[in-house]
């Protein structure tokens, strides 16, 4: 079948690509703008690597004691709070370099519930188990023909933004994208349960353990590091993450491997472990449906992020939001970390630039595939800030859509006035 006769389903103002954290926050600012407005999910749940990978804990919403995020993101955390899925931590408390104790620890169920809500008060329509396939542009009419579970339908758009954390919908148009040459491991968040820590001696670990290794039972990438490997698992009451090194995470076969890989590791820690006097009776009492992803693909945008303007807390001219987190690279053949704090006084911007694939007329994108380079990437794709960049993507999408203009022309004050207006906190140049 040609592309022009897959029968046209619907058409939005702003289609939205991916319900992560910046997908989410961007269909709800632009529907709240008055966009017809729609978000497309390849799953069946909201929330992205907070919800289907475990990773619940986002951040960073405040600097050195001051917020610096706040708008839509923060509205879904304050709601998740009042329902009881979450907890704040004092703000005003200074963490130094453990900057994880500002992270605030959401329930995946009422987090994902509390977003789904707020799409649905906005207007959204929700589209879960739907899934991009190619996109037809023919003079002003743009299709994007998505697969479902009926088969392939057409969906008209004024403006899309990609929020797929992959650009995928960024190589879909065309648009130029980059990659390391390394990638950071994935990881698996999982937790067990049932054992008896009193009960297990951890010489007796220690020696299973070096056999197993030793038989490539089980591999030095699959605990985190210890001197006791595997003891630390334990301790932690069964809370607990391995990395899958050496993956990618942006294609669905490359994907797959990746979830095939993390559930084989978490298979060889039980079955190690589950040898061992005091864990006789211990199982699987939660494992993410997905491996999450750090790193994968990056726009190559009209401006670039780079460790140097992320570093150095660069004002861009053309900022609609702040990021604030540590350089954070896990390295792709081991289990450590490289980390490095931001300087006292240093709160980095987002330029608006950056959400833009160069060239771009109708595509934004929002979240961890911005444009930057590997290094700053490692920061501003936490959660609190693709919150914020998601926020500004909804903002200028909704613009754009209604003056019929490109992306590229929006004009950034009216942009910056409106993510006022919605509570985003957007720096002054
Ligand atoms: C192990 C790990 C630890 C981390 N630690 C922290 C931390 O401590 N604090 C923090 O704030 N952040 C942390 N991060 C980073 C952060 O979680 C992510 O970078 C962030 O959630 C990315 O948000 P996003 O909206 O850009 O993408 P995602 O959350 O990945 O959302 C993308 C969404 O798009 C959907 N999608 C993807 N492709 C398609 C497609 N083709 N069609 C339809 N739907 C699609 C996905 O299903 C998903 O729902 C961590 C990440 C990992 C992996």
Same mark, same amino acid.
């Given at each position: 079948?040609?592309?022009?006769?897959?029968?046209?389903?619907?058409? *939005?103002?702003?289609?939205? =690509?991916?319900?992560?954290?910046?997908?989410?926050?961007?269909?709800?600012?632009?529907?709240?703008?008055?966009?017809?407005?729609?978000?497309?999910?390849? !799953?069946?749940?909201?929330?992205?690597?907070?919800?289907?990978?475990?990773?619940?804990?986002?951040?960073?919403? @405040?600097?050195?004691?001051?917020?610096?995020?706040?708008? /839509?993101?923060?509205?879904?955390?304050?709601?998740?709070?009042?329902?009881?899925?979450?907890?704040?931590?004092?703000?005003?408390?200074?963490?130094? %370099?453990?900057?994880?104790?500002?992270?605030?620890? #959401?329930? &995946?169920?009422?987090?994902?519930?509390? /977003?789904?809500?707020?799409?649905?008060?906005?207007?959204?329509?929700?589209?879960?188990?739907?899934?991009?396939?190619?996109?037809?542009? %023919?003079?002003?009419?743009?299709?994007?023909?998505?697969?479902?579970?009926?088969?392939?339908?057409?969906?008209?758009?004024?403006?899309?933004?990609?929020?797929?954390?992959?650009?995928?919908?960024?190589?879909? $148009?065309? *648009?130029?994208?980059?990659?390391?040459?390394?990638?950071?491991?994935?990881?698996?968040?999982?937790?067990?349960?049932?054992?008896?820590?009193?009960?297990?001696?951890?010489? &007796?670990?220690?020696?299973?353990? @070096?056999?197993?290794?030793?038989?490539?039972?089980?591999?030095?990438?699959?605990?985190?590091?210890?001197?006791?490997?595997?003891?630390?698992?334990?301790?932690?009451?069964?809370?607990?993450?391995?990395?899958?090194?050496?993956?990618?995470?942006?294609?669905?076969?490359?994907?797959?491997?990746?979830? /095939?890989?993390?559930?084989?590791?978490? $298979?060889?820690?039980?079955?190690?472990?589950?040898?061992?006097?005091?864990?006789? !009776?211990?199982?699987?009492?939660?494992?993410?449906?997905?491996? +999450?992803?750090?790193?994968?693909?990056?726009?190559?945008?009209?401006?670039?992020?780079?460790?140097?303007? *992320?570093?150095?807390?660069?004002?861009?001219?053309?900022?609609?939001?702040?990021?604030?987190?540590?350089?954070?690279?896990? &390295?792709?053949?081991? !289990?450590?970390?490289?980390?490095?704090?931001?300087?006292?006084?240093? #709160?980095?911007?987002?330029?608006?630039?950056?959400?833009?694939?160069?060239?771009? %007329?109708?595509?934004?994108?929002? +979240?961890?595939?911005?444009?930057?380079?590997?290094?700053?990437?490692?920061?501003?794709?936490?959660?609190?800030?693709? $919150?914020? $960049?998601?926020?500004?993507?909804?903002?200028?999408?909704?613009?754009?859509?209604?003056?019929?203009?490109?992306?590229?022309?929006?004009?950034?004050? %009216? =942009?910056?006035?409106?993510?006022?207006?919605?509570?985003?906190?957007?720096?002054?140049?």
């Amino acid at each position: 079948m040609w592309m022009r006769e897959i029968p046209l389903s619907d058409s *939005y103002d702003v289609l939205v =690509v991916g319900g992560g954290s910046a997908g989410a926050t961007a269909a709800i600012q632009a529907a709240r703008a008055g966009a017809r407005t729609a978000l497309i999910e390849k !799953n069946s749940i909201l929330g992205g690597t907070t919800v289907v990978a475990a990773v619940d804990f986002p951040g960073l919403f @405040h600097a050195q004691g001051k917020q610096v995020i706040a708008g /839509i993101g923060w509205e879904a955390i304050e709601r998740t709070v009042a329902k009881g899925g979450a907890a704040l931590p004092d703000f005003s408390i200074s963490v130094g %370099e453990r900057h994880w104790e500002h992270q605030v620890r #959401v329930n &995946k169920f009422v987090y994902s519930t509390v /977003i789904e809500e707020m799409c649905l008060e906005a207007g959204v329509i929700l589209r879960y188990h739907e899934i991009p396939a190619a996109i037809f542009v %023919e003079g002003d009419e743009r299709r994007l023909i998505t697969a479902g579970k009926a088969g392939l339908m057409a969906i008209g758009f004024s403006k899309l933004i990609d929020a797929t954390g992959d650009a995928n919908m960024t190589e879909m $148009m065309g *648009y130029a994208r980059e990659k390391g040459e390394t990638l950071q491991p994935g990881t698996l968040v999982y937790k067990l349960a049932g054992y008896e820590l009193d009960q297990v001696d951890e010489d &007796k670990l220690r020696e299973l353990y @070096h056999k197993a290794l030793q038989a490539g039972e089980i591999k030095e990438t699959d605990h985190l590091p210890g001197d006791t490997p595997l003891f630390r698992e334990l301790r932690s009451r069964g809370s607990s993450s391995l990395h899958i090194t050496g993956i990618d995470g942006s294609t669905s076969m490359s994907k797959t491997h990746a979830e /095939i890989e993390a559930r084989k590791a978490l $298979m060889r820690i039980y079955t190690l472990l589950k040898s061992i006097p005091g864990c006789e !009776n211990l199982y699987v009492d939660f494992f993410a449906n997905e491996c +999450g992803i750090r790193e994968t693909w990056r726009i190559i945008g009209e401006e670039h992020i780079d460790a140097n303007s *992320y570093l150095s807390g660069h004002l861009w001219p053309d900022a609609i939001g702040y990021s604030y987190y540590p350089i954070d690279i896990h &390295k792709h053949d081991s !289990n450590t970390t490289d980390v490095r704090p931001l300087a006292e006084g240093v #709160v980095p911007t987002i330029p608006y630039g950056a959400l833009i694939p160069r060239g771009s %007329e109708h595509l934004l994108v929002a +979240g961890r595939c911005a444009a930057g380079d590997q290094v700053a990437h490692s920061a501003y794709r936490v959660q609190a800030s693709c $919150m914020a $960049m998601g926020q500004a993507a909804g903002a200028a999408a909704a613009i754009a859509a209604r003056h019929d203009i490109s992306v590229r022309h929006v004009d950034i004050e %009216e =942009v910056r006035q409106l993510l006022r207006e919605h509570k985003a906190i957007v720096p002054t140049l």
